[in-house]
């Protein structure tokens, strides 16, 4: 019959065995007494009395309860039954999901990207020139004063133009200055260079007009696409159309090759002036989220740096888009000729601030590689020569997002719930039910609801709604109510399997998350108890009472007639079938008792079109116990459980209010024969 609670209230019986018994005695004696005395008046002879016998009667209070529709449902002692405020009776079920979160939701995908720059053409400090010299008297002849028409040729090394010994130039000239302090004219003057260490010849051109003595002639040789050693020749081929001299002492030329703008070259052998390279690109963001501000979880930052040039570099690699709250992330490192290095950063605690915020979004590198100035030592350096740097960002996880969310889901599967039915409620349909999604939402971007709900015997049904945004510290919580549940809920299901997503974000509105935001949702069925009820039972009070046990079994012996009365006030939308157990041992009333009384019935109380009831209706019922069953009352306390069954409404609707009620009185009347002797020993 299934668990049963026993009522905490006794009822003592005011009438017991003993007094009554007082009350007999009392009686017997006056009656004897004024027999006596009667005969002595009239001096009659006196027998001995027979000892006089008569019938007498005691009654036992059964039960005297009225059951409002509060304390039905107490009663009945299920978790699924209550009342509301007003009193009214309704089933109710609700039972919390798990929480879901979003940690992990917004995490962003490993990304890494290759930042490659060559050293390029670099230009070297400009060079001062070399000279050479010649004396007149060198290369032509004197006579009484004059120098006749002569044609001559000079070559000579240049000295070294600077600390360099090749240069393949990009950009650049020199300067060739050829000045005559012969003292006479010079009208025809050619110039050839050739390179020493190269080979052939890397300049040749004549001076239109030569010349004239004093005066100086400078020249450009554009250099662009040679390549130069810093061991020259220079030739001059030159006429003059002789003069008057009275010495040659002193009289000399002179050229010079200089650089005054430093050449820029693709490849050299030079001391190297200080080099500065600044490159940087951008890494994609692997998401659809379009993210203003991202405190990082965990992550790391991992740079592999390449240094293929013949000089030592010193590299600060700059994440504009990652701080730590007031400064970018600036990292230093120095690297060695042809060398690499792996760096590992980690970005817990970090913020991400994406300057690009025009989707697919993008972090920036900005990259500055130093080269210092190797001073007097001469270093090879050449253009295709590379920095490398590849920036990979791993294991990204997001502890807190502000910006637009693209709509992100969490899964929850196969949560399975067991609702408790009322017993006797197996096959009761619930006509108004309703079913609730109650979602309490801490994440502050607005979302969405669908959850599948399914019964043990194929009841199906789905539920979506949106839920509004909140906050950790003030959660919104949004009800999403679904009103046609009938057939869901024809029967009641037992076991209920639950699978569902929620989906935070829209794409569109802005908002925040924190990694530690969460939602909850609560499933609740609630019906008031209108419904169509097929057969049902619960159990009612149950009881003692107290029965004077001194002399019970000389009444229990000495019974005529015993006669159970009892009332049933109805006043419920279903008929009741009542029936009472007795018994000494409380611990088997119900499965075991000695005395079943019933069942008695009453039908249900009179009802309005609507299925509640209006008046009450009430059953007398009158019923004998044998001389048996009576023994029952020699046990003290007595037991008394009641079972109360309904009938079914077959298949109307019926309606249970905060009014309706159920009132059970009955007692015990026990007639039995006394006698004189009947306590004597």
């Known amino acids: 019959m299934g668990k049963r609670k026993m009522g905490k209230r006794k009822k003592r019986n005011q009438t017991t065995i003993t ?50 529709m509060a304390e039905l449902i107490e009663k009945i ?33 490993d990304v890494s990207q290759n930042i490659s720059e060559s050293l390029g053409v670099v230009q070297l400090d400009p060079f001062a020139g070399a000279s050479v010299g010649v004396n007149l008297e060198d290369y032509v002849p004197f006579f009484l004063g004059t120098v006749p028409p002569i044609s001559f040729d000079i070559t000579e090394p240049v000295p070294p133009m600077g600390e360099f010994t090749t240069a393949t130039v990009e950009t650049g000239f020199a300067l060739v200055t050829v000045v005559n302090d012969f003292g006479l004219d010079l009208d025809t003057v050619t110039v050839t260079i050739n390179d020493l260490v190269i080979g052939g010849q890397l300049s040749y051109y004549e001076i239109p007009g030569g010349i004239l003595a004093g005066d100086a002639r400078t020249d450009t040789i554009d250099l662009a696409g040679r390549t130069v050693s810093n061991q020259l020749e220079i030739s001059l081929h030159c006429h003059t159309p002789g003069a008057t001299s009275f010495s040659l002492a002193g009289k000399s030329m002179s050229a010079t090759i200089s650089m005054p703008v430093g050449p820029t070259v693709s490849s050299a052998t030079a001391q190297i002036p200080r080099i500065t390279k600044q490159f940087n690109e951008a890494v994609e963001i692997t998401s659809e989220h379009q993210l203003q501000v991202a405190t990082l979880d965990d992550g790391q930052l991992v740079l592999d740096i390449e240094n293929n040039t013949d000089v030592p570099a010193a590299l600060i690699i700059t994440l504009p ?30 913020n991400l601030e994406p300057s690009d915020q025009v989707m697919p979004q993008s972090i920036n590198v900005d990259i500055e590689a130093i080269i210092d100035s190797s001073g007097s030592e001469l270093m090879t350096i050449n253009a295709g020569d590379r920095i490398s740097v590849s920036t990979g960002i791993h294991n990204i996880s997001l502890a807190s997002v502000q910006g637009i969310l693209a709509p992100t889901s969490a899964e929850f599967v196969d949560i399975q719930q067991e609702i408790e039915i009322p017993k006797g409620f197996d096959q009761v349909q619930l006509t108004s039910a309703v079913l609730m999604l109650e979602v309490e939402n801490r994440v502050n971007i607005p979302g969405s609801f669908s959850v599948n709900i399914d019964g043990e015997l194929g009841q199906h049904t789905t539920i979506n709604g949106i839920i509004a945004p909140g906050t950790p510290e003030s959660p919104t919580t949004s009800l999403i109510i679904d009103s046609s549940v009938t057939a869901f809920m024809n029967p009641v299901p037992e076991l209920l399997t639950i699978n569902g997503t929620a989906t935070f974000g829209d794409g569109v509105t802005p908002g925040s998350v924190n990694f ?37 079994t000389k009444l229990t012996d000495n019974l005529n007639l015993a006669q159970v009365y009892m009332t049933i006030a109805n006043r419920l939308p279903l008929g009741v079938e009542a029936e009472f157990y007795l018994s000494g041992d409380s611990a088997t009333l119900y499965s075991n008792p000695e005395v079943t009384l ?76 006394v006698s004189e002797d009947l306590w004597e020993d």
Not at 323 to 331: E, H, M
Not at 337 to 343: G, R
């Open 19 to 68: 007094r009554k018994l007082l009350y007999l005695g009392s009686h017997i004696a006056c009656g004897i007494g004024v027999v006596l005395m009667f005969l002595t008046l009239i001096q009659c002879t006196v027998k001995k009395p027979e000892a006089p016998t008569w019938d007498t009667n005691l009654v036992i209070p059964l039960v005297h309860k009225t059951y409002d």
């Open 77 to 109: 002692d299920q978790d699924n039954l209550s009342t509301d405020s007003l009193g009214n009776p309704f089933f109710f079920y609700q039972q919390v999901l798990d929480t879901v979160t979003i940690d992990g939701s917004f995490a962003i995908e």
């Open 321 to 350: 888009d990652i701080n730590d709250g007031a400064s970018p992330l600036v990292i230093n490192q120095p690297i060695l000729p042809n060398n690499s290095q792996q760096i590992v950063y980690d970005l817990i605690g970090y």
């Open 516 to 552: 530690n935001d969460y939602v909850t949702a609560t499933v609740i069925l609630s019906s008031p108890l209108e419904m169509v009820v097929g057969e049902t039972s619960f159990d009612g009070e149950w009881e003692s009472v107290d029965v004077d046990q001194s002399d019970i």
């Open 598 to 673: 019933g069942p008695i019935t009453v039908t249900h109380g009179t009802l309005d079109i609507d299925g509640t009831v209006i008046s009450t209706v009430e059953s007398e019922s009158i019923l004998s116990l044998t001389s048996e069953e009576a023994r029952v009352l020699e046990n003290n306390p007595l037991w008394i459980g009641q079972v109360f069954s309904l009938e079914s409404t077959n298949g109307e609707t019926v309606r249970f209010t905060a009014s309706d009620s159920l009132t059970v009185s009955g007692y015990i009347e026990i007639d039995f024969t």
